[in-house]
């Protein structure tokens, strides 16, 4: 069996690595990449909370995440596609207005 605080552990660790990608890339793509380890990481908890306390309602939500993860791939490399087609880059200091 193993403790609880092991996970709680792994999940701070994947959970600091996604902040520090998210605050020193500049690339979108390593963005979204880094959130997506965020989310990775709040799923660990979520599941391991879940199995500490014997419940279910945990490991449903990380469905819900999943999906919602899911979906929010699908929309950024969507705006990534268009944003290089426009702009011929996809460094994040270069996108500096909403406007095209």
């Known amino acids: 069996m193993v403790p609880l605080s092991y996970f709680v552990t792994l999940s701070f660790l994947l959970f600091s690595i996604g902040v520090v990608g998210i605050l020193i890339r500049r690339n979108i793509?390593?963005?979204?990449?880094?959130?997506?380890?965020?989310?990775?990481?709040?799923?660990?908890?979520?599941?391991?909370?879940?199995?500490?306390q014997q419940s279910l309602d945990g490991?449903?939500?990380?469905?819900?995440?999943?999906?919602?993860?899911?979906?929010?791939?699908?929309?950024?490399?969507?705006?990534?596609?268009?944003?290089?087609r426009r702009r011929a880059t996809v460094n994040v200091d270069e996108f500096n207005l909403m406007k095209w």
């Open 59 to 84: 490991q449903i939500f990380v469905f819900f995440v999943m999906t919602i993860a899911a979906a929010e791939v699908v929309v950024g490399l969507a705006i990534v596609i268009v944003a290089f």
């Open 29 to 52: 793509l390593m963005v979204l990449m880094a959130i997506e380890l965020i989310l990775n990481a709040v799923n660990i908890n979520f599941v391991a909370f879940s199995r500490f």
